[in-house]
C-alpha cells in the first residue's frame, strides 16, 4: 500500500478550518497532484443551507485555480468531534471529481485509526461524464 500519511495529515490539519455550525460536521480533503503538490480544502457553511461548499469541491477547486490538471489522489476526514468513521465524498462529490480526476483516482479515506483506499471508478461506476456529451 501506498504512503499516504502526508496527505491524510493535511486533510486532518485543514479539517481544523472547517466552517460547519449548521451541521457540526468537520470535513478536510487533500487533493494530490502528478507534480506531488498539494491543495486541501475544508467544508465552508451557509444559512442558506443549499450554497454549504463540500470540502472535496474545495481542495479540487482550489488545485484547478492554479492551473493543476493531474491528479493522483484525494483524501477525506471527517466527524463531529474526532475522526471516528470512514467518510465517503457524497454524490454531488463524486461527480465533480469525476469531471476533472481519471477514473483511476485514488480516493484515501482515514477514520481515526485505518486507511481505507479505494478509486474514484469504484465509488461512481458507468459515470455520466464528459464522454458522454460527445
Ligand atoms: N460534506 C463534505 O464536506 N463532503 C462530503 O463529501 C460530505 C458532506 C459536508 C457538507 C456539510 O457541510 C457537512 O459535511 C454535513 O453534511
Known amino acids: 500500500m501506498k504512503d499516504y500519511s502526508q496527505l491524510i495529515n493535511e486533510a486532518i490539519r485543514v479539517r481544523e478550518n472547517s466552517y460547519s455550525p449548521y451541521s457540526g460536521f468537520k470535513v478536510g480533503a487533500s487533493v494530490l497532484c502528478k507534480n ?20 472535496e469541491r474545495v481542495a ?3 488545485a484547478i485555480s492554479e492551473g493543476e490538471c493531474e491528479f493522483l489522489a484525494i483524501s477525506v476526514v471527517g466527524g463531529k468531534q474526532k475522526i471516528t468513521d470512514f467518510v465517503y465524498p457524497c454524490g454531488a462529490c463524486r ?24 478509486t474514484l471508478d469504484s465509488l461512481l461506476p458507468s459515470s455520466f461524464n464528459k464522454f458522454s456529451i460527445k
Not at 43 to 50: F, K, L, M, R
Not at 95 to 118: A, D, M, R
Open 36 to 55: 506531488g503538490k498539494i491543495y486541501t480544502g475544508c467544508n465552508v457553511e451557509n444559512s442558506a443551507y443549499s450554497e454549504c461548499l463540500c470540502a
Open 95 to 118: 461527480q465533480f471529481l469525476s469531471e476533472l480526476c481519471p477514473p483511476q483516482l485514488e480516493v484515501v479515506l482515514f477514520n481515526g485509526k485505518e486507511t481505507k483506499i479505494t
Open 60 to 62: 479540487l477547486s482550489k
